[in-house]
């Protein structure tokens, strides 16, 4: 089989936003406690923050991360996690009937987040709470001074305001689940009104505003239109939300799944540029993708966990081979909408459906979707290129035209370099696959890996990295075509010096 994949230097789509590669830490089973947060380790920090996780957490250099929930948000009393630690209160948190203990809140997350070299997404709770508890955590974190809620957060030992850019505006409104659930009406009005007040505390600020929690919610569509009605003057995302899985254990299908976000994508903008021409307005909706990834391993064991647990053992999918292959589908997907999807968030980031794993007392690891999230997001930066494919297609129980091939091509102007990411589908076969640019001087390969060569439900564990990256060694560049073979099931990652 073949597969071409062509770019002109002038056809692009758009600059890449790096909170493309952002994620999410929710307090949330072992995500916070126990996780990136564990005083007891060997190797905490000062701050009971564990050093072993930050390293690794730093390879993803992941920009953004959404804080603290999720679901959890929509319960959450932001006043608890501040102040002395011996003081805070231990809560029920209704969202995922554990215990919670406020030991980690505003100022131990930023402080973290700062140290991996990211910016903090913070949700405010629109679930329980309103208008005046959002300002007022607003206040709190980016006033300068000289208010009750500045003064507090000097007194509390930040003289400088965290400087909080991106906020969102609850969680999953849209879902019977959520603590607090509301019509999109309700949501639409209460959020467009906290909007208008947190842009009244500080303007510099990003607003998300949700969307559905999936694109099988039987009020998708007019959910985001209706809020989109309410909220269109005041707010600046819309948010999407959707996991994957291999429920059916149907290899084609599943990795068919990523024309799905695709589609989500593109009706959810088609409904943000439906509300703009109705409303007469000059601004555009841009997407916030800030829940996605792979979720459906640990349903059945989750159930088993007992309530009011401090960090029980929750959402702990262990991803197989498969798995990364689809994540790999998945950023190829999100990478062809970078014109309208700004920011997007891999959900989550430790332990809970999750790259990186720990142990308590123990090591950390990584998970097979590591890899070409970590790869993404280090190389997957400057603009995306257009791309012009030719790839044989396959049909599947959901999907009536799947390319083999899944690729897309990126120029990083500051390194000179294009990147080209790819996914072979086939389970059997491999694609001859040839680069063809227009306008760029292709000068040599800088690197090329794959992932390649497992069973499909191949795992990696603690001390036990099966699946990991391998140097792929028969790219050549000649007459200035790039050529190699993609391996059936496939990752592939190629850089190219290139001016
Ligand atoms: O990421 C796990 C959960 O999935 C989040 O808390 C919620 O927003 C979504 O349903």
Redesign the pocket.
């Known amino acids: 089989m073949e597969a071409k994949l062509s770019v002109n230097r002038q056809n692009t789509i758009s600059k890449i936003d790096k909170r493309l590669y952002g994620s ?1 830490i ?1 307090h ?1 089973g072992r995500a916070v406690y126990d996780g990136i947060y564990e005083p007891e380790h060997k190797n905490a920090d000062a701050d009971g923050f564990r050093k072993d996780v930050k390293e690794v957490v730093a390879e993803l250099n992941v920009p953004l991360i959404r804080y603290p ?4 948000v929509s319960g959450y009393k932001w006043e608890d996690g501040i102040g002395p630690k011996e003081t805070r209160p231990k809560k029920l948190d209704l ?1 995922w009937r554990s215990l919670e203990t406020n030991q980690v809140g505003i100022h131990e997350f930023a402080k973290w987040a700062k140290e991996v070299n990211a910016e903090v997404n913070m949700a405010v709770n629109l679930g329980t709470r309103g208008i005046q508890e959002a300002v007022e955590c607003l206040e709190y974190c980016n006033f300068e001074g000289g208010t009750y809620w500045s003064e507090l957060r000097k007194k509390n030992g930040e003289e400088k305001p965290f400087n909080i850019k991106t906020w969102s505006l609850g ?2 409104m849209d ?1 019977p ?1 959520q603590i607090g659930h509301k019509t999109a009406d309700e949501y639409g009005r209460l959020a467009a009104e906290t909007a208008k007040a947190m842009k009244l505390v500080d303007d510099s600020i990003e607003l998300v505003v949700c969307g559905s ?1 999936t694109s099988t919610m039987p009020t998708f569509g007019d959910w985001e239109r209706i809020v989109l009605e309410h909220t269109y003057d005041y707010v600046d995302y819309l948010s999407l ?1 959707c ?1 994957y899985g291999n429920k059916e254990d149907d290899l084609g299908n599943y990795l068919a799944q990523s024309l799905d976000m695709d589609r989500f994508i593109k009706t959810v903008v088609s409904i943000c540029d439906y509300v703009k021409v109705k409303k007469g307005s000059k601004k555009q909706i841009n997407l916030s993708f800030d ?1 996605w990834n792979i ?1 459906y391993h640990s349903n059945d064991q989750d159930k088993e966990q007992a309530p009011w647990q401090v960090a029980p053992p929750l ?1 702990e999918d262990i991803y197989n081979f498969e798995d990364a292959l689809m994540l790999g589908c998945l950023l190829i997907t999100l990478l062809k909408n970078v014109d309208r999807v700004k920011i997007a968030c891999l ?2 980031l430790v332990n ?2 999750a790259p990186i794993m720990t142990e308590k007392n123990g090591d950390t690891w990584k998970q097979t979707i590591f890899y070409p999230f970590m790869q993404v997001s280090n190389y997957g930066r400057g603009t995306v290129l257009t791309s012009h494919i030719t790839s044989e297609s396959y049909k599947t129980k959901d999907f009536d035209e799947v390319p083999y091939i899944e690729t897309i091509a990126i120029h990083n102007e500051e390194k000179e370099e294009l990147v080209i990411f790819a996914v072979n589908r086939s389970e059997d076969t491999s694609i001859a696959f040839t680069f063809e640019e227009d306008g760029f001087e292709m000068e040599s390969i800088s690197e090329a890996t794959e992932l390649a060569g497992y069973d499909k439900k191949d795992t990696n564990e603690s001390n036990h990295e099966l699946v990991t990256l391998s140097i792929k060694t028969d790219v050549v560049l000649e007459n200035d075509i790039i050529s190699t073979t993609m391996k059936p099931l496939s990752w592939n990652v190629i850089r190219i010096k290139a001016k």
């Not at 929930?69 to 959890?72: L, P, T």
């Open positions: 999410f929710e949330l929930g999720g679901n959890f969202a969680n999953e879902g689940w929690s939300h996991y829940e979720w959402l959900a989550q809970v459906i």
